[in-house]
């Protein structure tokens, strides 16, 4: 008869192993996650696996053990606890929980303590216990009924085991750990005496004692005899010291180890809170099921019904479903909508395999005439999931849709801007608790990956018409929200507006010059092959210059350059950019690398990518414009993104100069001028910024004469330079290290210029320790225009995670009311320039520059509304100031 088995998990073990195998893992709010993910795969590894009837988890506890009162230098050498693995254990203690599963803990004693009496006192009701850890030491607690599992190395140890490898019982365990001691746990053993050693004696004497009782048997071997008698004492002390206690008083009930449900509603939020994407798709929360009716419309009878229900309805969820994921090249297959909770309906107008012959497929066109009124109706609310995208769709065939009245993905970004994903996945799991169908359960991935328009119906309905009835259901949740967090009027004011404008934005696209990327491209690439040869003949031999590893052995142990730092797994040396900057101040090879690299990522991010991305149909290149990924709000760019182009170095602007407007139409840059400090110099109400930005000094000359103690006169270059890091590094909270490092000065200076600004400067000063009061007080932070950002860390125990919510605080309102400002402007110029039927169009947005492309018998005009749009979109206590030039590419005119 098979015994039930206990399993016994050694917690802190998982958990030194979960920290130390994954690195940098946090999540949005800065929390560091990387010990709870580790530990949490494991224990879950371990129950699919294991399956274990009975269980229990144990950790030490904080403070001295019964064996610092046997040898007060037990464990003494061992660094405290890492303070990002501590912050970890609350939440790891309520996963485990969560599980169901029995936490053992007792002061004064080890895990190890714990778990022996444990596996005891179950071998004693007649259970088979499983030690589960990769810890040596519990290999003298090893018998007929109890063993060990190291998951790790997915390898059992039982009594047969040991004897085969260390040819000892398990009892005899003991003996060799205490003569070989433990450097880790500073158990000193008999110095000189190793574990082969300890074997051989115990072999031979059976036990620490017997080897004593013996001890004139190995007068031959002098030095050994010598170890022996001098550390007798020692040796039995050690032996004490790794022995595990099977006999603490503990409460003991096996019926409280029983598995039991995991609470799968508490595991759900601690993950979503964690951010566990796949690990909180597991735990979804137990929902009442629901009746879902999903139809898919084919009879134009049935279409128009269903459309003239959309007419009377309060608003409705839309959706398209395309060929593409890139709306400038997606083919439309089908439409879904919806307008009452659960129910959707799909329109096919574009699938080639119904995989069902009763199915016959509208026609496109007809489906298109018939909801083109609907959808270019204003008076008729729209809701959708990233709605842009459904607009450009729509747009190119033909329907410029009206009355998008709100967006799901913008909505759940306005409610937690830090957060990292807002798709409609993650959405219908944090407001629903629902698992939504993923788009590759339905197209595949990689070699067999279809296109949507090969979907069968059937599964093709079911995914279009969930994305239509999660999108409507999502709405009513986030819209109550939205209102209740008093961000109802920058999502109806800033961030739908904005989505007809990028949307036009980005149809309207930019013209490249396929020819002069061509030869920038060949440029880059001669010069990589000339730059490698440097670096070979520097070196002395041919190496792989992009493998770190070889670099690294060239320049610390051929050149015997000084090592800076190991890689984030200390498994080689690191030769990151800062390795690289502070070693090319001493050696001609490193500054070559950092070439090399500038080079290189120049090459195949833009000269190469930029040519791939030229659409065939328009010839321009389209990039994305996304309103839900940063947390300030400011707008990024992406497939390609435009926004990182470098601006200052000669081959940045060879690039920039490679955009250039059609034929007869020339590029125009409004750029605002230093918008940040001109936001800090209202918000703070500074009286020396105001009146410098008020008689349009140049600032950053103006900071130079009050933090240097200077005249306008005698400010250098140099001094100018400074006193720009400085302006900035305050808006972005930067301290003395960073400025130091930043200006290439002491801290100790850099902290000196600081001190010297803020005395100065008092509203500024005023202004940061007043906002992060109030962040400490509401938790949050707000922009001019109402953005919110939550800042959970502001009150953090940790230093460091205090540290970065404090810069947070500082810099979100200003940068987060500049991102505002220029959604603002970009709103405005599109109706002032519809409003006077001007030709010039909007192409880009880089941070704080809008790009227009404008007939050259425009250009007066244009640059006349942008400075009247631009310099009155907002009134300051300083004036906004926009400088605008015009080129013949984006180089010049930027």
């Excluded at 609470?263 to 690990?279: G, I, M």
């Amino acid at each position: 008869m098979n015994k039930k088995k206990l399993f016994l998990i050694d917690g802190s073990a998982y958990l030194y192993r979960a920290f130390h195998a994954i690195r940098n893992l946090s999540n949005s709010k800065g929390l560091p996650t990387n010990a709870t993910f580790g530990f949490t795969r494991m224990l879950l590894k371990l129950i699919k696996e294991e399956t274990p009837e009975y269980i229990a988890l144990f950790f030490d506890v904080k403070g001295p053990t019964f064996r610092h009162e046997m040898y007060d230098q037990y464990k003494a050498n061992r660094p405290p606890m890492p303070e990002e693995m501590a912050q970890q254990i609350p939440y790891i203690k309520q996963i485990i929980t969560a599980f169901g599963i029995p936490i053992v803990e007792k002061k004064g004693f080890e895990a190890d303590d714990l778990i022996g009496t444990c596996a005891r006192l179950g071998q004693e009701k007649g259970f088979s216990t499983v030690m589960v850890t990769g810890d040596k030491d519990f290999m003298q607690l090893v018998t007929d009924h109890c063993i060990i599992y190291d998951p790790m190395k997915d390898k059992t140890i039982d009594k047969a085991t040991i004897q085969a490898e260390f040819n000892l019982s398990p009892t005899q365990i003991i003996d060799m750990l205490g003569l070989a001691g433990d450097t880790a746990d500073n158990i000193p053993g008999v110095p000189g005496v190793g574990p082969k050693t300890a074997m051989k004696l115990l072999e031979a004497h059976g036990s620490v004692q017997g080897i004593y009782d013996n001890l004139d048997e190995l007068k031959k071997k002098k030095a050994l005899h010598k170890k022996l008698s001098e550390n007798k004492e020692q040796a039995f002390l050690s032996r004490q010291l790794v022995a595990i206690d099977q006999h603490v008083k503990i409460p003991f009930n096996i019926e409280d180890f029983k598995a039991v449900a995991p609470d799968n509603e508490t595991l759900f939020n601690l993950f979503q809170a964690l951010e566990f994407r796949q690990l909180q798709k597991e735990f979804t929360r137990e929902s009442e099921p629901v009746e879902k009716t999903y139809v898919c419309l084919t009879d134009l009878k049935n279409i128009k019904q269903q459309l003239n229900r959309l007419k009377k309805a309060d608003i409705f969820a839309i959706d398209t479903e395309t060929t593409s994921k890139h709306p400038m090249q997606a083919e439309l297959v089908g439409i879904s909508f919806s307008h009452e909770p659960h129910k959707a309906y799909y329109i096919p107008v574009g699938h080639v395999a119904f995989g069902n012959e009763k199915f016959v497929q509208p026609d496109r066109e007809t489906v298109l005439a018939l909801i083109k009124p609907i959808l270019e109706d204003a008076a008729i609310p729209k809701v959708g999931q990233n709605i842009k995208y459904d607009y450009i769709v729509l747009s190119r065939c033909g329907i410029s849709m009206q009355g998008m009245a709100f967006d799901t993905m913008i909505a759940s970004h306005l409610l937690n801007p830090s957060r990292r994903g807002h798709s409609l996945d993650q959405i219908a799991l944090d407001l629903l608790g629902h698992k939504t169908i993923k788009y590759e359960e339905i197209v595949g991935k990689g070699k067999n990956q279809i296109t949507f328009n090969e979907v069968e119906i059937e599964k093709a309905v079911d995914y279009a018409a969930e994305d239509a009835d999660i999108t409507l259901l999502a709405y009513h949740i986030l819209e109550k929200r939205i209102r209740e967090n008093e961000l109802d009027s920058l999502m109806q004011e800033i961030e739908m507006p904005l989505v007809p404008v990028l949307a036009g934005m980005e149809m309207n696209g930019i013209q490249v010059d396929r020819d002069k990327l061509s030869n920038l491209s060949k440029g880059f690439e001669q010069e990589l092959a000339g730059i490698e040869e440097e670096i070979f003949s520097l070196a002395g031999e041919r190496f792989n210059v992009n493998s770190s590893q070889q670099l690294g052995a060239v320049l610390f142990e051929k050149l015997k350059l000084p090592t800076q730092k190991k890689t984030k797994k200390k498994t080689g040396y690191s030769t990151d950019i800062d390795v690289l900057t502070k070693l090319a101040q001493s050696h001609e090879l490193p500054g070559l690398i950092l070439r090399y690299r500038s080079l290189g990522k120049l090459k195949s991010t833009y000269t190469d990518a930029l040519q791939l991305l030229i659409h065939p149909q328009t010839h321009r290149i389209h990039t994305s414009f996304n309103q839900s990924i940063t947390a300030t709000g400011r707008l990024s760019s992406s497939d390609p993104n435009l926004q990182n182009i470098p601006i200052r170095t000669p081959e940045g602007k060879e690039i920039r100069a490679s955009f250039i407007p059609r034929q007869g139409h020339v590029l125009v840059a409004a750029d605002y001028s230093q918008i940040e400090l001109r936001i800090l110099a209202h918000c703070a109400e500074d009286e020396i910024l105001i009146d410098a930005f008020t008689h349009d000094e140049d600032i950053h000359t103006r900071t130079a004469t009050e933090v240097f103690n200077a005249l306008p006169g005698f400010i250098t270059p140099e001094l100018r330079r400074q006193a720009k890091a400085i302006n900035f590094g305050i808006v972005y909270g930067m301290g003395a290290f960073k400025l130091g490092k930043e200006l290439e000065i002491s801290r100790k200076m850099a902290q000196t210029y600081i001190d010297n600004y803020f005395k100065r400067y008092a509203g500024v000063k005023n202004y940061i320790d007043t906002t992060i009061a109030t962040a400490r007080e509401t938790g949050e932070v707000t922009t001019l225009l109402g953005r919110k950002r939550r800042l959970e860390d502001i009150n953090a125990a940790n230093a460091n995670m205090r540290g970065f919510a404090e810069r947070m605080a500082i810099n979100t309102p200003i940068q987060g009311s500049a991102a505002d400002l220029i959604k603002l402007a970009m709103i405005q110029m599109e109706k002032a320039l519809t409003k006077k039927k001007m030709a010039s169009k909007m192409l880009l947005s880089v941070h704080d520059e809008i790009l227009f492309e404008v007939p050259e018998k425009e250009v007066n005009a244009l640059t006349a509304l942008a400075r009247e749009v631009m310099e009155n979109v907002f009134t300051l206590k300083v004036p906004l100031k926009v400088n605008i030039d015009a080129g013949n590419n984006w180089a010049e005119a930027h």
